[in-house]
């Protein structure tokens, strides 16, 4: 779908088809949701700028690729964000994060802020902002404007499931902050939930419905 790049490697659409049944168990959600994010992590830093340093092999010296510019930020909305957390922070350790609180109010399904914490300077990082799902992208657009609000300039946000009306709200709301996502699904049904989607990420991986 245009405004979102999908991420189709085999092992992310294999681990994303058992995360859908109904039922797969919290455990097992929450370990397939971290492994899954290690994948969708590598693909979102793919062109990561590089620099050269010279370092001592065993053997000799050489110019080594190490990756340039500041620590990356990822900036996770609460509370579901933190399954996909765990899993970069796996890949990239030192990584900084911020962490962003904002719930989907169920009647208005308007986004309520509650909470905000990020590290310094993030004009000159990238932010990489995760929540499992786009779904109307009313959270998503009000937790990327906050970060630019701090000063954040180059973004990237990433979930695991999108629906069509959440990608052309988010991208219209926010056209210089590329999508990326594990599957594009059909539509949102009238609670604002994904279809066919995997129910409610949070519950399913906390265990709290």
């Known amino acids: 779908m245009s405004g979102a790049t999908v991420i189709n490697h085999p092992l992310v659409q294999h681990k994303l088809t058992i995360m859908r049944r109904k039922e797969t168990s919290t455990a097992s959600f929450r370990r397939l949701l971290r492994e899954i994010s290690t994948l969708l992590c590598y693909e979102v830093t793919r062109d990561l700028d590089l620099t050269y340093e010279t370092i001592e092999t065993p053997i000799q010296e050489m110019q080594a690729p190490v990756l340039e510019g500041k620590k990356l930020v990822f900036a996770t909305i609460l509370r579901a964000g933190n399954g996909l957390l765990e899993g970069m922070l796996d890949l990239v350790p030192a990584a900084r994060v911020s962490h962003i609180g904002v719930y989907r109010d169920h009647d208005t399904l308007e986004p309520v802020e509650y909470y905000f914490k990020a590290p310094e300077s993030l004009s000159e990082r990238l932010v990489i902002v995760v929540d499992p799902m786009l779904a109307t992208g009313n959270s998503s657009i009000a937790a990327v404007e906050k970060l630019k609000e701090r000063g954040a300039k180059n973004i990237r946000f990433l979930c695991l499931l999108a629906a069509p ?45």
């Open 165 to 209: 009306e959440g990608i052309k709200n988010f991208t219209e709301a926010h056209p210089d902050v590329p999508v990326f996502t594990a599957a594009v699904d059909d539509h949102l049904n009238e609670k604002g939930y994904i279809v066919p989607g995997l129910g409610d990420a949070g519950d399913r991986m906390y265990g709290t419905k």
